[in-house]
């Protein structure tokens, strides 16, 4: 009983890490993009049935990845796992789509097709330009590490 009770616990105090990274990231980035690929995530999650430590552990690594792709822009909080500084300019939103996209893909590759259609109709609707590639590099240098 008592390692039942542990493993709830750690489970709150997962399910509060991710709820704070989602609430930070709103406030820094557009909520639609966070939100687009939190939706995406879930729903990759009910597709494969994954268990609740799959999918915890899932929901935690794309929010970091999108909450240290978009704070090496914005510079406004501490670093949870990876310090990179962007260049000026970098979009925070297509920051945070990539570093959600690869962590998608790499999590459950099933579901690419999905993942690459949202993506896709992310950047055809962002102008292109230095700070767009900046972006798209970051994110994935970030999920990348994160991923390792």
């Known amino acids: 009983m008592h390692a039942k009770t542990t493993l709830h616990l750690r489970y709150q105090v997962l399910w509060k890490c991710v709820c704070s ?7 820094s980035a557009r909520a639609d993009v966070v939100t687009q690929w939190n939706a995406l995530f879930l729903d990759a999650i009910r597709a494969e049935a994954a268990s609740p430590t ?3 552990r899932g929901l935690a690594i794309l929010h970091t990845a999108i909450y240290d792709a978009v704070n090496s822009i914005e510079r406004t909080h501490q670093p949870y796992f990876v310090d990179l500084i962007a260049p000026p300019g970098t979009s925070r939103e297509a920051a945070a789509a990539a570093a959600a996209h690869e962590v998608m893909v790499k999590s459950f590759p099933t579901g690419i ?3 690459e259609q949202a993506f896709s109709e992310f950047l055809a609707a962002s102008p292109p330009g230095k700070h767009l590639d900046d972006a798209l590099l970051l994110g994935k240098l970030v999920a990348d590490k994160i991923l390792e």
Do not use: G, Q, T
Request: proline share 0%; hydrophobic share 70%.
């Open 21 to 27: 990274l989602v609430v930070i990231m709103v406030c």
């Open 113 to 115: 097709a999905r993942y």
């Open 54 to 56: 799959l999918a915890s």
